[in-house]
């Protein structure tokens, strides 16, 4: 099955920095990848989303890249805030394939004031 | 707000006990996904429901089970509870089996004492 994996587990950045997670999976039949962000005790959100047929998406601070070659892709959030700080899950899934969202196991940001 | 609902909001119950947890998904989605999230971890995917049947499973023990009913409401029930199964229990809901983003609810608390 599949298996993503997401680094760093846990990022400081100064306020006003980028930030950049990196995740990878393992299925190369997977083809839609959301990146969730939850704040402490709350539900994850859906804050950005990119499809295999497409290398790059952007909105706003929030960005997100995918090398289907090599089989990873990244969220990149530029002019970080303080709000910005909460644990962020990348995801893979199939879709069209009876899909199966697999989570990465998180990376907590930290936006240093 | 996702426009999933889920109750209770917070639970405490002592070992051996059984609980259910119940989701509404979305109005006009399909498909019912749960997770569980232990403290400080990441979203582990429990089981999917399509329209009334299962279909994909994940980590999900022998002690817990789900359905989904005709009205598209799901219910994991969990059993014989053991101290390890205090988490957080997130249902989410998307449009199709096939996929498009998964939304999740506020999620349901559950203590074991």
């Known amino acids: 099955g599949e298996n993503v994996e997401q680094h760093p587990s846990t990022l400081s950045v100064q306020e006003g920095d980028s930030a950049v997670i990196k995740c990878t999976y393992s299925?190369?039949?997977?083809?839609?990848f959301p990146w969730y962000k939850q704040e402490l005790g709350k539900r994850p959100q859906l804050i950005i989303d990119?499809?295999?047929?497409?290398g790059e998406k952007k909105d706003q601070r929030i960005a997100v890249t995918l090398n289907k070659t090599a089989k990873h892709f990244s969220l990149h959030i530029t002019e970080t805030q303080p709000e910005d700080s909460a644990v962020y899950f990348c995801?893979?899934?199939?879709?069209?394939?009876?899909?199966?969202?697999?989570f990465g196991p998180g990376t907590r940001l930290s936006v240093l004031p | 707000d996702s426009g999933v609902t889920q109750t209770p909001k917070h639970l405490i119950t002592a070992t051996g006990q059984r609980v259910t947890l119940r989701c509404s998904p979305r109005?006009?989605?399909?498909?019912v996904y749960w997770y569980q999230q232990s403290l400080d971890q990441g979203l582990q995917f429990l089981i999917q429901?399509?329209?009334?049947?299962?279909?994909a499973k994940g980590n999900i023990l022998e002690r817990f089970s789900a359905q989904q009913f005709p009205d598209l409401h799901s219910e994991l029930n969990l059993s014989s509870l053991e101290l390890g199964d205090s988490a957080l229990y997130f249902c989410?809901?998307?449009?199709?089996?096939?996929?498009?983003?998964?939304?999740f609810g506020e999620g349901s608390w559950l203590t074991v004492v």
């Open positions: 989410a809901s998307s449009e199709t089996v096939e996929g498009n983003t998964i939304y």
């Open positions: 299925d190369s039949a997977s083809n839609y």
């Open positions: 990119i499809r295999s047929n497409v």
């Open positions: 995801a893979a899934s199939k879709e069209n394939y009876g899909q199966n969202f697999v």
């Open positions: 109005s006009g989605d399909l498909s």
């Open positions: 429901y399509y329209n009334g049947e299962e279909r």
